[in-house]
């Protein structure tokens, strides 16, 4: 069947937008995202060998084991690969060999040409909490202590980015009237990119606190300006930071829309109860600077870190994100009296010759083979007249080479006679 070239009225190039819904439920140093139960596979203790919250970049390893768990059976994870050569090509980080064990990242050094540098999967994903007891009280560029160093080297990164949505609201800022930065205890919330496409959407940011259940207070963005305003608190009013004395219109932080970070500052108390929520495990009321506590931060009760009452808060994060996808519309035309032969060998009548003449010189295939007639009678032993029909089942889109590059299925195959006009509407995502 020869190839049709779509006409400029024929290819649409539109952008979907849409805005999908993000929740993550922190409880327990446990984080669910979108209310996904823990699921146990045959072989692996999570179907996605992934923690809870964590998502897998294109779902690899489903119920597979491990490299060092594998005990030599045939399920063992699956692994990207690449032979070093002259491209100087390499993974951002390595395993290093195929077992997958331990990483090296100087391997592209230490291996020779035409050897096989490894990478490993799965590639996951979630939202990790930072608690930054004092921004300005050691050197950023100092790796060595975690919670005084690298921690701070993240809110360092993000100073002038603060700074840069002051024009939004006062509160972005480093130092304003609300305050400094530099000097206050700041929880960082960091959401990978992944959760929410290109921004997190204004004004569908929600962040509530629990404390044995009971709602003790939540923030919105009410003004979509990044202000994270508490909107809710403690029916009994423990709290009694201004305007109101629950702590109601308030701001506690800002978040960064396009970087997918949240900062919250807020430290007046939710209610008066004491909860070991702190990484040396002292107690203290329920504050925002607490929020998210055990948001693979490191503090959870098995390691000592939290109080015994760690396992009354639970906190809720949710917000909408905004994703834009390049959708190509393609129109391809089956018109009247085209589009009638198909090649397959159905569609000629059984066993006729293939061909009239053959010798080492000539083959001259048969002329006169008959098209099989599928065009049904309404009477019973009585062929109807011969028509050609085709069933369409399948459009293939090609370049501009002649490449097949795309197949597009028909759930139910369609009826083409000679005297019908089709035409079939096609959207790929690009």
Known sequence: MPLKKFNPNDILLNTLKAHPKSEFFIFDSTTYYNNRP?????????????????????????????????????????YPFIEKDSARGSFKTTAASSSGGGWDSNEWQTTGVGETLYGAYPLSASITRYYVTTPSGSDPSYPGDVQHGQF?????????????????????????????????????????????????????VSLKWYYTGSLAGELKDLHQNGELIQVSGDSQGFASH??????????????????????????????????????????????????????????????????????SASFDLSFRGTTETEVLTLFAHAKRGEVNYSNNPTFLSYDQPLFTLTSSAVYEENA????????????????????????????????????????????????????DDYTFKIRLDV
Do not use: C
């Not at 998502?55 to 059976?73: F, M, P, Q, T």
């Not at 949505?165 to 205890?185: L, P, R």
């Not at 055990?294 to 870190?305: E, H, L, P, Q, Y």
């Open 38 to 78: 823990e699921l146990s596979g045959a072989f692996s203790a999570q179907v996605l060998n992934v923690p809870p919250g964590y998502i897998s970049l294109y779902e690899y390893n489903v119920d597979r084991l491990s490299a060092s768990a594998g005990g030599g059976k045939a399920n063992n994870f699956i």
């Open 152 to 204: 701070d080297q993240k809110y360092y990164a993000l100073k002038n980015r603060l700074n840069f949505y002051g024009a939004m609201s006062e509160h972005y800022k480093v130092t304003s009237s609300y305050g400094n930065k530099d000097e206050q205890v700041l929880n960082i919330i960091s959401i990978p990119s992944i959760f929410y496409g290109k921004t997190i959407q204004t004004g569908s």
């Open 368 to 419: 006169e083979r008959k098209i099989f007639n599928t065009v049904s009678s309404s009477f019973p032993n009585h062929s109807a007249s011969f028509e050609k029909q085709v069933y369409i089942s399948q459009v293939g889109i090609y370049d501009e080479h002649k490449n097949l590059i795309a197949v597009v299925g028909i759930s139910d195959p369609i009826l083409k006679k000679e005297r």
């Open 242 to 311: 201004a305007p109101n004395s629950d702590g109601t219109g308030s701001v506690a932080g800002v978040i960064l829309y396009n970087e997918g970070i949240i900062i919250l500052t807020g430290s007046w108390a939710l209610n008066n109860n004491a909860i070991g929520l702190e990484s040396d495990g002292s107690t203290s009321t329920p504050k925002w600077i607490y929020f998210g506590a055990g948001a693979n931060d490191g503090v959870n009760v098995t390691a000592g870190s939290a109080g015994s009452s760690f396992s």
